[in-house]
Protein backbone atom coordinates (compact mmCIF):
# COMPACT_ATOMS: atom_id res chain seq x y z
CA UNK A 1 0.00 0.00 0.00
CA UNK A 2 1.29 3.11 -1.05
CA UNK A 3 1.51 5.85 1.67
CA UNK A 4 1.96 10.03 1.61
CA UNK A 5 5.86 9.45 2.07
CA UNK A 6 6.29 7.76 -1.61
CA UNK A 7 4.50 10.51 -3.18
CA UNK A 8 5.26 13.78 -1.68
CA UNK A 9 7.30 16.31 -2.48
CA UNK A 10 10.30 16.88 0.09
CA UNK A 11 11.49 20.33 -0.94
CA UNK A 12 8.76 22.48 0.06
CA UNK A 13 9.04 26.77 -0.57
CA UNK A 14 8.01 28.82 2.37
CA UNK A 15 7.78 32.64 3.42
CA UNK A 16 6.33 34.32 6.55
CA UNK A 17 3.32 35.65 7.54
CA UNK A 18 4.71 39.35 7.57
CA UNK A 19 6.08 39.22 3.37
CA UNK A 20 3.84 41.00 1.13
CA UNK A 21 1.91 39.35 -1.52
CA UNK A 22 3.83 40.37 -4.08
CA UNK A 23 6.93 38.81 -3.20
CA UNK A 24 5.49 35.90 -2.43
CA UNK A 25 3.89 35.40 -5.48
CA UNK A 26 7.70 36.07 -7.18
CA UNK A 27 8.56 33.58 -4.78
CA UNK A 28 5.95 31.54 -6.71
CA UNK A 29 6.62 32.13 -9.91
CA UNK A 30 10.46 31.61 -9.70
CA UNK A 31 10.34 28.30 -8.17
CA UNK A 32 7.07 27.19 -10.63
CA UNK A 33 4.62 26.52 -8.19
CA UNK A 34 1.26 27.09 -7.19
CA UNK A 35 1.52 27.84 -3.50
CA UNK A 36 3.83 28.96 -0.65
CA UNK A 37 3.60 27.68 3.28
CA UNK A 38 3.44 30.70 5.48
CA UNK A 39 5.09 30.45 8.90
CA UNK A 40 5.79 33.15 11.76
CA UNK A 41 7.85 32.38 14.65
CA UNK A 42 5.41 30.26 16.21
CA UNK A 43 5.98 27.85 12.95
CA UNK A 44 3.30 27.18 10.42
CA UNK A 45 0.59 29.07 10.13
CA UNK A 46 -1.03 28.98 6.70
CA UNK A 47 -1.00 27.89 2.87
CA UNK A 48 -1.04 30.68 0.09
CA UNK A 49 -2.20 30.24 -2.88
CA UNK A 50 -2.34 31.72 -6.70
CA UNK A 51 -6.33 31.43 -5.43
CA UNK A 52 -6.20 33.27 -2.47
CA UNK A 53 -3.96 36.05 -4.17
CA UNK A 54 -6.39 36.64 -7.39
CA UNK A 55 -9.93 36.27 -4.43
CA UNK A 56 -8.60 38.27 -2.15
CA UNK A 57 -6.13 40.72 -3.47
CA UNK A 58 -6.36 40.79 -7.10
CA UNK A 59 -10.30 40.49 -7.10
CA UNK A 60 -10.62 43.02 -4.40
CA UNK A 61 -8.35 45.51 -6.49
CA UNK A 62 -6.03 45.70 -3.24
CA UNK A 63 -2.32 46.44 -3.67
CA UNK A 64 0.03 42.99 -3.42
CA UNK A 65 3.17 45.31 -2.66
CA UNK A 66 1.26 46.69 0.50
CA UNK A 67 -1.20 44.02 1.57
CA UNK A 68 0.97 41.24 4.01
CA UNK A 69 0.61 37.32 3.41
CA UNK A 70 -0.67 36.61 6.91
CA UNK A 71 -3.72 38.84 6.13
CA UNK A 72 -4.91 37.09 3.24
CA UNK A 73 -3.36 33.20 3.43
CA UNK A 74 -5.47 29.61 3.72
CA UNK A 75 -5.65 28.87 7.39
CA UNK A 76 -5.92 26.90 9.24
CA UNK A 77 -3.79 24.55 7.74
CA UNK A 78 -5.13 21.09 7.35
CA UNK A 79 -1.71 18.56 7.65
CA UNK A 80 -0.95 14.93 7.22
CA UNK A 81 1.27 12.35 8.31
CA UNK A 82 3.87 10.73 5.80
CA UNK A 83 2.74 7.22 6.93
CA UNK A 84 -0.90 7.76 6.09
CA UNK A 85 -2.12 5.98 3.22
CA UNK A 86 -2.49 7.38 0.45
CA UNK A 87 -5.95 7.06 -0.36
CA UNK A 88 -7.10 9.23 3.09
CA UNK A 89 -4.80 12.10 1.94
CA UNK A 90 -7.15 11.93 -1.18
CA UNK A 91 -10.04 11.28 0.38
CA UNK A 92 -9.22 14.13 2.88
CA UNK A 93 -8.66 17.05 -0.19
CA UNK A 94 -11.71 16.03 -2.28
CA UNK A 95 -13.65 16.40 1.12
CA UNK A 96 -12.15 19.45 1.79
CA UNK A 97 -11.76 20.93 -1.17
CA UNK A 98 -7.71 21.04 -0.81
CA UNK A 99 -5.25 20.40 -3.47
CA UNK A 100 -2.31 20.40 -0.95
CA UNK A 101 -1.61 18.86 2.03
CA UNK A 102 1.58 19.73 3.71
CA UNK A 103 3.41 16.98 5.17
CA UNK A 104 4.54 17.13 9.33
CA UNK A 105 6.72 14.53 11.24
CA UNK A 106 7.79 14.38 14.92
CA UNK A 107 5.99 14.41 18.18
CA UNK A 108 4.19 17.53 20.06
CA UNK A 109 6.89 20.43 20.23
CA UNK A 110 9.36 18.92 17.48
CA UNK A 111 6.64 18.98 14.68
CA UNK A 112 8.24 19.99 11.25
CA UNK A 113 7.09 20.23 7.72
CA UNK A 114 9.08 17.21 5.90
CA UNK A 115 7.00 17.63 2.56
CA UNK A 116 3.67 18.51 0.47
CA UNK A 117 1.83 16.21 -1.64
CA UNK A 118 -0.95 17.41 -4.11
CA UNK A 119 -3.86 16.09 -5.82
CA UNK A 120 -1.61 16.04 -8.76
CA UNK A 121 0.93 13.96 -7.13
CA UNK A 122 -1.64 11.40 -5.91
CA UNK A 123 -3.36 10.89 -9.63
CA UNK A 124 0.12 10.21 -10.89
CA UNK A 125 0.74 7.15 -9.26
CA UNK A 126 -3.23 6.08 -8.62
CA UNK A 127 -5.31 8.02 -11.15
CA UNK A 128 -8.38 5.37 -10.42
CA UNK A 129 -8.39 6.13 -6.98
CA UNK A 130 -9.01 9.95 -7.68
CA UNK A 131 -11.76 8.86 -10.22
CA UNK A 132 -13.57 6.70 -7.65
CA UNK A 133 -13.51 9.31 -4.71
CA UNK A 134 -14.87 11.46 -6.49
CA UNK A 135 -18.02 9.23 -7.58
CA UNK A 136 -18.14 8.41 -3.97
CA UNK A 137 -18.55 12.27 -3.44
CA UNK A 138 -20.79 12.51 -6.20
CA UNK A 139 -23.04 9.86 -4.69
CA UNK A 140 -23.38 11.45 -1.17
CA UNK A 141 -23.82 14.88 -2.14
CA UNK A 142 -27.00 13.48 -4.26
CA UNK A 143 -28.05 12.19 -1.05
CA UNK A 144 -27.12 15.68 0.64
CA UNK A 145 -29.84 17.35 -1.91
CA UNK A 146 -32.65 14.77 -2.06
CA UNK A 147 -32.63 15.75 1.68
CA UNK A 148 -33.13 19.19 1.55
CA UNK A 149 -35.79 18.67 -1.56
CA UNK A 150 -38.34 20.42 -0.88
CA UNK A 151 -41.85 20.01 -2.12
Do not use: W
Not at 3 to 12: A, L, R
Not at 19 to 31: G, K
Request: proline letters at 4%.
Amino acid sequence: MLTVNDVMTQHVVTTSNGQTVRNAARIMANHGISCVLVFSSDGLKGILTERDIVTRVVCAGLDPGEVSVGKIMSEPVIVIRPDTPLEQAAEIMLTQRIKKLPVIDGEDEELKVVGIISLIDVASVQPDLIHSIKEMIAVEMEELEDSFYVS
